[in-house]
């Protein structure tokens, strides 16, 4: 009989379709236990706290940072390297 028969096929598959049913019952249980202990709630008042913080922190450090780099622009070296800089300054 050649070892890679019908019969390992049946055992593969139905192997295959167990590990898949006990996958999705032990996610079904864990979705319970977490709607019972309510973790859903604590999720979404974190996710609210985190998205005020980014709206009233955040944003507005950008929205500043943004500004001030409009008024005062960096002074480009006009490409002189920091090697050449150093040795014009007698620091190298």
């Known amino acids: 009989m050649h070892p890679f028969s019908s019969l390992t ?3 593969f598959v139905a192997g295959y379709i167990t590990a898949r049913w006990d ?3 032990r996610l079904y249980e864990l979705a319970i ?3 019972d202990h309510g973790v859903f709630a604590r999720v979404a008042k974190a996710f609210a706290a985190i ?3 980014y ?3 955040a944003i507005p450090l950008d929205r500043l940072a943004s500004h001030e780099a409009a008024v005062h622009p960096r002074v480009l070296a006009h490409g002189i390297s ?11």
């Open 82 to 92: 920091a090697q050449e800089q150093l040795r014009r300054r007698g620091s190298f």
């Open 23 to 25: 996958l999705v019952t």
């Open 33 to 35: 236990f977490a709607w």
């Open 55 to 57: 709206v009233f922190l």
């Open 9 to 11: 096929i049946g055992i």
């Open 51 to 53: 998205s005020l913080v």
